[in-house]
């Protein structure tokens, strides 16, 4: 077996792995929100911020798959450029997932942590 097909098999490996996560991502963020028993907006929260974690998961695991298949399998010009288009637009994707869920843009978080490290629990009561 030549090393570019290897290499197709571990990027459709990561494929695989990246819809299985959303798959079971899917079903497990179902079943929780029936265990749980919860109901109207905290129902919807929480399933919310699992799901939402389970997209940015799977996402990741599917830009992996794509960096691979590129960089190994179709070393053209038209798929780097392929490529590049599908980060940019899971990097958007997931830095909007990132916001939603939080509640904060990622490159605010820390400053937020510190504010509330500052206010931490020594000086409220």
């Known amino acids: 077996m030549e090393l570019t097909e290897t290499m197709d098999l571990v990027a459709q490996a990561f494929e695989v792995v990246g819809v299985a996560i959303l798959i079971l991502g899917a079903v497990f963020t179902a079943v929780r929100a029936v265990v749980e028993r919860a109901s109207g907006p905290s129902l919807y929260e929480s399933m919310r911020r699992r799901f939402g974690r389970t997209l940015l998961l799977g996402l990741e695991v599917l830009v992996a798959a794509d960096v691979v298949k590129t960089v190994a399998v179709e070393s053209t010009l038209e798929s780097v450029l392929i490529l590049a288009v599908l980060v940019v637009v ?25 504010r509330t490290h500052q206010t931490g629990p020594s000086q409220q009561g």
């Open 90 to 114: 899971r990097t958007v994707l997931s830095l909007s997932l990132d916001a939603e869920i939080d509640g904060v843009a990622p490159w605010r978080r820390a400053e937020l942590q510190a």
